[in-house]
């Protein structure tokens, strides 16, 4: 694909929507399109963590598998939405699986790749820093609920 | 509001279960015949049901409020009484007050757009609200049904949100705290919906019904995409013994839930909902 449709994905997805400028070609000289068919994992858990993935379309599942269980899908994202936080931190491992539900196509961004431009630009780092941060939040939130459990059977 | 059927608000009229269905796990829909005269409710307001012998629990009614046929209340097994009207069986007979209680503002939601957010069994009490959308459906802007629950198995009324949700002027969006691999739907908290839907903030109106807790995270997530405090109505859950605002069981700070709720607008009862004492 040629590089300006791929800045024009990049630029249009919502994560990296109003991106500036000035910061889109570096971060595009670390995207390349995939795509996954159903059933495919875009990532293991102990895995090394090193993609981000923009998602585009299809639904993605991600996983634990839990003892006499199988797995067991904790969240799903979709279209417009991001997979993959662990490349952020060290050790860069997964810490869950990633399954493609159906046909997913994704802009992978090299995670090692965009770490080291943030590192090298420290406005392009915090301007990640800051689209990256409330998605934790979410789903941190979101996670405080499902461990609350707070549609389980109340105390009689 | 609707007056009880009763002359004496605490005299409980009996009724007949016409029929018993299961919904999900520990969770039954029965449909209630009266011996006299069949009460009239309004969507969001609730009934104290009797377990003969048991006790007497407040339930909303989850029916449609323009059936005509029997009153219907979906109950959930959490404790004595809930669990004595779960058992019951078609032919058996239970004792009803109501309805009591203001339910939700209806007529306030013409020419708005609508979000209705439910959690677990929150969903009971809003599908009366939902049949009047769905029977006055030109009346309303948009209209989005966003429902969360805990495991694809206790999601309430499937087959009828498969039907809405085939319907091409609703949204219908449902979404579980955990599955395993045979569900093809979302998981994740009910938040999580809200960015999939398109509606107008400044003109929208927001049902929630569903634990406190989702509530709470629920009115902070519309309020963060800029619907208005005055836009969004809560069903408040509280002990509730008489019905009619004498006991003081339910009293939620000046107001009592029984008669001034269990719907609320949120901008009246936002400084409440952080006292742990209540």
């Known amino acids: ?34 795509r996954f068919e159903a059933g495919a994992y875009l990532f293991r858990e102990g895995g090394p963590a090193d993609q981000l ?66 590192e090298a630009d420290h406005d ?33 | 509001m609707v007056q009880p059927a009763s002359h004496d608000p605490m005299v409980p009229q009996v009724m007949r279960v016409a029929q018993a269905q299961l919904d999900a796990p ?8 009266p011996e006299a005269d069949l009460p009239r409710f309004t969507p969001g307001q609730f009934n104290m049901l009797t377990a003969f012998g ?8 989850s029916g449609d409020p323009a059936s005509g046929d029997g009153i219907v209340h979906t109950i959930r097994a959490v404790g004595a009484v809930s669990r004595a009207l779960t058992e019951l069986r078609v032919g058996d007979s239970l004792g009803l007050r109501g309805p009591f209680g203001v339910g939700w503002p209806m007529e306030e939601l013409y020419g708005k757009d ?71 739907g979302q998981v994740g908290v009910v938040t999580t919906l809200l960015p999939r839907i398109a509606f107008d903030p400044g003109r929208t109106v927001a049902l929630l019904c569903g634990p ?10 519309l309020g963060s995409v800029g619907v208005p405090d005055e836009g969004m109505y809560l069903s408040m859950e509280r002990s509730m013994k008489c019905g009619i605002g004498l006991c003081g069981h339910c009293q939620f700070s000046p107001a009592f839930v029984c008669k001034d709720g269990p719907v609320f607008r949120y901008d009246q009862i936002r400084y409440l909902l952080a006292l742990k004492e209540l």
Not at chain 1, 83 to 98: C, E, H, K, N, Q
Not at chain 2, 166 to 180: C, E, I, S
Not at chain 2, 212 to 221: L, P, S, Y
């Open chain 2, 54 to 61: 048991v006790g007497e629990s407040a339930i909303s009614v």
């Open chain 2, 26 to 33: 520990d969770v039954f829909t029965l449909k209630l015949e």
């Open chain 1, 124 to 156: 392009l780092g915090y301007d990640v820093m800051k689209r990256l941060v409330p998605i934790l939040f979410q789903r941190l939130q979101a996670t405080r609920l499902q461990v609350l459990d707070i549609y389980g059977k109340p105390a009689a």
């Open chain 2, 212 to 221: 406190e807790i989702m509530m709470r995270f629920g009115v902070q997530a």
């Open chain 1, 53 to 118: 993935y923009l998602i585009r379309e299809g639904r993605v599942a991600l996983e634990i598998a839990a003892p006499g269980s199988g797995a067991v899908t904790f969240q799903t994202v979709s279209e417009g939405e991001i997979v993959g936080i662990s490349w952020l931190f060290p050790p860069y491992r997964w810490t869950y699986d990633a399954r493609a539900m159906e046909r997913v196509r994704a802009i992978g961004m090299d995670a090692t790749c965009l770490r080291t431009k943030c």
């Open chain 2, 114 to 184: 609508v979000i209705l957010l439910a959690g677990g069994i929150g969903l009971a009490p809003l599908r009366p609200a939902i049949y009047r959308l769905l029977a006055e459906r030109e009346r309303f802007g948009a209209v989005a049904i966003l429902y969360g629950t805990r495991s694809p198995a206790d999601i309430l009324f499937r087959s009828e949100v498969e039907s809405w949700r085939q319907r091409l002027d609703v949204d219908v969006h449902v979404t579980v705290d955990h599955a395993d691999e045979s569900w093809h």
């Open chain 1, 1 to 34: 694909m040629a590089v300006e449709g791929l800045e024009r994905i990049v630029r249009d997805h919502p994560f990296f929507k109003g991106l500036d400028e000035s910061f889109l070609e570096l971060v595009c000289g670390c995207a390349q399109n995939v």
